[in-house]
């Protein structure tokens, strides 16, 4: 399944400039605030040079990144929770993604109007910071009268009830859920409220064209990444040398997507395996610490059902051998068992009985 990721932000700030320019996709960009209504779907292709590597010496029919799913929802403002603007009832279509990126307006110009004035990237996030706690307030006020009523009939539930409200204080207090002191158990008793606040976040600084190669201030403890939606959208139509050339030009080594999706990775603990064969060439997404049984589910589930073990290659060993061939020449191909911990560029090969 795609790892999926959620843009929030103020209006008017280039959510949807942004996300056309990630998923090349005409979402609505405009100038005028909640241009977007209904929540925009994209799928991006998860950039990485090694597959293309692995591509020229296999020389595969086929070649298949990952891929990460973008939804670009309406604005937020200052009251939405209670019913101010359009993004509240939005949120809702947010509450099944991995992950939130937050778009932070820095870019100064002047004719974009700024729902609240003026540029204060801190503000900004406290704003939503608080709108976002208290759609979470709404979910776990709605919930505890029903828990109240099951943990009647099933003492079971009496411990998730008590969880459950000790959260519901936490956030009371201007808290994000994330950060209430959890046990594993209590993790699992609000699981299934997949509230916004308990999402890993990213915040993306859309900065001016000029200060793209420039890092701003940490926020909360946060690094903004900064990308220019602007930029980004410029680079859509060019092709891949071109694009490269641009970017250096403005001091850029990667796309504004290459280095979200590599913090997102790196936030959410994810790398990428490959798998290798004349018909595809393929990376898989996992878990960092995912064994090889583990990594063989995310193809098949009878891969993990009936996994017996993994011919493994190290990606720097494959490319080095021009192939699987060469590498297993090299003594390179190692054969692992259901205790391997995958290791970011495996190439492998699963063998499985069910
Ligand atoms: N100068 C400049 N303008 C930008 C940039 N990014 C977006 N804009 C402009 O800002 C306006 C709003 O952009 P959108 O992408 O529609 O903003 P949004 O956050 O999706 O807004 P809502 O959907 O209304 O919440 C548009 O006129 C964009 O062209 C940027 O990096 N620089
Ligand atoms: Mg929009």
Do not use: C
Not at 103 to 125: A, K, T, W
Not at 159 to 170: I, R
């Amino acid at each position: 399944m795609a790892l999926s990721i959620g843009i929030v932000g103020l209006p008017n700030v280039g959510k949807s400039t942004l996300f056309t320019a990630l998923t090349r996709k005409g979402g609505l960009a405009a100038n005028y605030p909640f241009a977007t209504i209904e929540p925009n779907v994209g799928v991006v292709e998860v950039p990485d040079e090694r597959l293309h590597k692995l591509a020229e010496i296999v020389k595969p029919a086929r070649i298949l990144p990952a891929t990460v799913e973008f939804l670009d929802i309406a604005g937020l403002v200052k009251g939405a929770n209670k019913g101010e603007g359009l993004g509240n009832q939005f949120l809702a279509n947010i509450r099944e993604t991995d992950a939130i990126v937050e778009v932070l307006r820095y870019f100064s110009d002047g004719n974009v109007i700024h729902v609240e004035g003026e540029s204060d990237p801190v503000r900004d996030v406290d704003i939503i910071k608080t709108e976002l706690i208290l759609a979470d307030l709404a979910t776990v006020e709605k919930a505890i009268p029903r828990l109240e009523k099951e943990a009647k009939r099933d003492k079971n539930l009496a411990a998730k009830l008590e969880t459950v409200k000790e959260l519901q204080g936490w956030l009371n207090e201007g808290h994000r859920a994330l950060r209430f002191d959890m046990t594993d158990e209590q993790r699992e008793h609000i699981y299934d409220l997949h509230l916004l606040t308990m999402k890993p976040m990213l915040y993306v600084a859309n900065v001016d064209e000029d200060q793209a190669a420039s890092q701003p201030e940490a926020i909360d403890g946060v690094s903004p990444i900064p990308i220019s939606a602007k930029v980004e959208s410029e680079i859509i139509d060019m092709d891949a040398t071109e694009a490269k050339e641009f970017l250096e030009m403005m001091g850029l080594e990667q796309s504004g997507l290459e280095r979200l999706i590599k913090a997102a990775y790196q936030l959410l603990g994810l790398q990428s395996y490959f798998t290798a064969g004349e018909v595809e060439v393929r990376a898989w997404t996992v878990p960092v610490g995912a064994k090889a049984p583990q990594a063989a589910g995310v193809i098949h589930t009878d891969f993990e059902r009936g996994f017996i073990k993994a011919e493994t290659i190290g990606y720097n060993d494959f490319i080095a051998g021009n192939g699987e061939a060469g590498a297993r020449a090299a003594g390179k191909m190692r054969l692992e068992g259901k205790d391997y911990i995958v290791q970011d560029g495996d190439v492998m090969h699963f063998k499985f009985n069910v």
